[in-house]
């Protein structure tokens, strides 16, 4: 590549033409000032409290849930393609040989310099983040956080053990229970959608929460199936809570909110977990058979 | 043909069906049996669906619709706010991803075929490459779609990495690159159209529309912008066309059969949400048509100057997604059909060339044109096909391409511009001297080695055969009864016209 | 209030401190390398500081769930958490 | 006055201009090919501006037909400035997107 590309006139063009741009832009942005449309958004905080008590998780993993799995397939894929780029799975064609793959090769690792102080706390941290992460997860609908943010947290607890300790992590994934998990994660979040489908044909419908067909919420007219007792109780009441609130006491479920945000967990655990190893250990794959 | 189901059964399938067949086939990785017995059928079971389902919508997540009067509904005829996410799966979607899971049928097959050992995590990147494109074709969403095409760059991405060589984790790590400018330009957009509406359903926010206030007017101008970046970087139109050529150059030429009709797909999609969001401004289709004639001819010049099949065609396949997006931006119902139509043709023969460039890369020296020829004395079938898919590209008769470049080039005469008729009917000219130099030199020249016996590659599949027969009988009928598809795309064009809150 | 106190009816409050106490045995099988004693009391410690720290989710009023008063509570679901993970160490097959 | 002689050097200079370094026929075929294309099209755009007024359009097309006189064979440029070099790319989708806005804020 060469860096002559945006020098000279065309350097002079390429700063008139970003100025343009930026006028544009930002004309356009100071218009939007105090033009704020509300739109569909008082709906949804108008349905909030029948559900779990962090808004948030609503929003993002029932609501919009469907568009939070496909998000959630941007970490996976993201994983997957990193460690593609690293050699997972390349592949060749039978009998022809093109040239040779790229080879990246491992970190090389130097912990003896390391303070032994860093040493001997760092197993009990990584301990402390873990069991962090767990909770963060576990108070998914009713305080901030989620899956995504324990994954994040955990995987900065793999990458700890990995600055500390270099290829002896005390946290031991191995990659074979990095992509399980990943992959299970991801499927429990795509699966979670079935019991809603089966039930009343609607895709991720909260089978546990169950606003629309139990009556909670009058005036709805076209939903034909109800859905049965057995799975609101399955997936409702181990999460159902009570909302003491300025207007009144909500008995609320998030129902399958938990449940996704465990999913995703799992999947954002063994994604991001998985390209920390393979961009710091490397991937081998006469290594992996021979495990 | 009862629209007002909002939660047909089919769309999730599309979805979840590529999902859980590719996380799976990740974790397989090498068991090769138990991935060709699942990938076969997984996609075998997505042709079948899309060929029996019905039309509808589904709303995601099962929240109704608010009235405007008040109360809540699930009839998705009425007129009323969605609270959930929407697909729709319509005449024009159903024969989109009918296509596009016959070629992942396909595509599937030959690379169980012809590829060796792990190849669980390349096969389970083909099945997320139509996962995307059915996510962008279906979807009625701008947040989704920009989902959709966010992790459509990512897997385009990932199949060009894989088969591992310098030039493609080159093309790979560029292309991606610039999915974040481009990614970013549409989230800016669709904050943007948020803004001023309120809702991120495409109907919604059409109908929600102020323009009235000609002050938000630069607003929706500038989301214009950022949205046509977004559509140049996903459909690979100029000028970020050579980036995208080489995406399609590096990859094995069957993962190029996805990744063009992922892209046609994109461009259709994007291309319709423009016209139908933004169509009523001034200027906007004066942008997108110069965008598609550029593109056209600039694709078409540097096929010209290729030298390597495999970069011939990837050329060839980003100039004629000009033509598609020549009858979109066109915004007449004749265009529109024209550019959907010529999309979905585009889809078929740009695969039987493909695909015959995939045989030529058996025989094991590349497929340049100085160093492989003589190919049609050791496989003369596959010399036929890709003569006969060269005919369907360049837009002869009784061919699909013949059909669908004679709808544009009419509607480009009844929009007034005689001049966009004389660009298609270059590049249709050019599209066939560009192939067939490529095809004389690597199939008709004769060949020296050849004499001595060398033996070197391995035997073309018998799949791909069937493959390529397949696909030239769907250049044909589409060619002799263009009426099969063109009566699918009337509706959907007839509605981006005349009813934009249906997709 | 005070019935809710004792008498968690809703379970919602419960669900958390076992979901925590399950992962953290899940996770815990993946932790390698010995431990003494005086550290396994030492994190102990550690996490019931964090644990008050952290206090009880918003919306919890039961004993069980950690809810104590007003102005005091503690996590129960860090602690599970950590102690999930000790159990989960005991188990360790085949990772060392 | 010049002599055939001196026409067919002046011919073989701007046919040997095209291709840089060692050229084949079907290279060559290929570059001439693409410069008459591009000669075509050139005329064509010029000849777009009859929509705004016919005589605007007849000038352009005059002009455009001098320039291309004048700076020989464009393939070249146009080759170079289609590299998949990311500079250039990005060269190209900011003066793409400044004249996307200029014309739609503005225009």
Redesign the interface.
Known sequence: MDSKGLKGSRGIIAVIALMIIFVGVSTSLLQLNGNVARGISPEYNELAPYEAPNNLASWVYDYRGFDTLIETGVIYVGALVSVLAIGRGIVRVKGVEGDAPVAPSSMEFNVSTLNVILKYFGVPVIILLVAYALLVLTGAATSGGGGFQCGVIFSSAYLLGMIFYGRKNPLNLSKKFLIAIGGVGWSIYALLGLPGYLTTGYWQYNVGADLWTSGVIPGVDGMAAVVPDILRQLFGDPFRLLLVMSDGTYASTAGIVPLINIGEAFNVIGAICLIFLVFVYGWNDEEEKSR | MNESISNLWSIPLFIIIPILTAIALNIMYNRKKAISVTAVASSFALVVISALSPFGFHWFTGHPAVLPTGGYTYRADLLGWRLSLEYYYGPLQQIAIFLASLLLLFVVMISIKSLKKNIGPYISLLFLTFMSSAIVIMVNDFYHMWIGVEIGSLIVAGVVLASGEAVSQKAALKYTFFSALSGAGLAIALALILGVTGYSNISDAIKAMPLSNGSLASILYVAFGFTVLSWVYAGGLAPIHPLKADVYGASFPHATVLLQAQSKLMLVAIGLLLLRVFGTLPFAKEVMLSISVLTMMLGVVMAMLQTDFRWTLAYLIVSHSGLVTLGISLGTVQGIIGGLFQAINDVVYMSVLLLACEGVYYFGRGTSIKSVSGIAKRAPWLAIAAILGAFAASGVPPFNGFQSEIILIQASLNYGMPELAIVVLMVSVTTFIALFKGIYNIFLRPDDALNNNEKTGTPVPKILYACLAALIFITVLFGVYPQLAINFLTEAALKVVYIPWVP | MIELQLFPALAGEVTTIVIALVLGILFGTRFQGGMSKRMVGMVFGLSIIAAILFEAPIFTWSLIAGFINEDFSISLAFIAATVGIFIGMLFRGGHE | MGSIDSLYDKVKRFVTEFTSGKS?S??M???M??EL??V??MM??A??FRIFSIPLGMVILAAVVGAIFIFGPM?KT??DE?????????????????V??????W?
């Open positions: 084949t079907s290279a075929t290929g570059y090919t693409g294309q591009i075509v099209f064509i755009l000849s777009f393939i146009i080759e289609n590299s998949s070099d990311l500079n250039r790319v990005l060269f190209w989708v900011m003066i793409y997107f400044a996307i806005i200029a014309v739609t804020l225009g």
